[in-house]
């Protein structure tokens, strides 16, 4: 299979830099929910007193907890992948430079 041309390299190297855009934005979107988790905040007074009494207090604060955890997680993975995505990007661009220069050694 032959190698690809300067316009598919380029078309390639400008997906992946897309493709990380898209992953930075689904961070966001991820730590922005995690910051709306932390702000909700139900007292014993919305669970009723027997609510309150059987426990659900401390199980809703939990299900708080690791909500906010998971979303905090989520954003960071969608970040490392935006930021290998990029590198990817950047190690072709700099691998498409370093051939041409070579080739244009050569003649």
């Known amino acids: 299979m032959p190698p690809p041309g300067p316009e ?4 390639s190297i400008e997906a992946l830099r897309r493709d990380a855009t ?3 934005d689904s961070g966001d ?8 988790a932390a702000r909700l905040d139900l007292a ?3 669970f009723s007193y027997i609510g309150d009494k059987v426990g ?4 809703y604060r939990q299900l708080q907890d690791r909500l906010i955890r998971l979303l905090g997680e989520g954003s960071a993975t969608c970040e490392t ?3 290998s995505l990029r590198n990817a990007a950047d190690g072709y661009e700099r691998d ?4 041409v220069h070579r080739l244009n050694n050569i003649y």
């Open 96 to 99: 498409e430079a370093d051939a």
């Open 81 to 83: 992948v935006a930021v």
């Open 44 to 46: 014993a007074l919305h």
């Open 8 to 11: 598919k390299l380029k078309a």
């Open 56 to 59: 659900l207090v401390d199980l």
């Open 22 to 24: 898209v992953w930075d």
């Open 29 to 36: 979107i991820l730590r922005d929910a995690a910051q709306v």
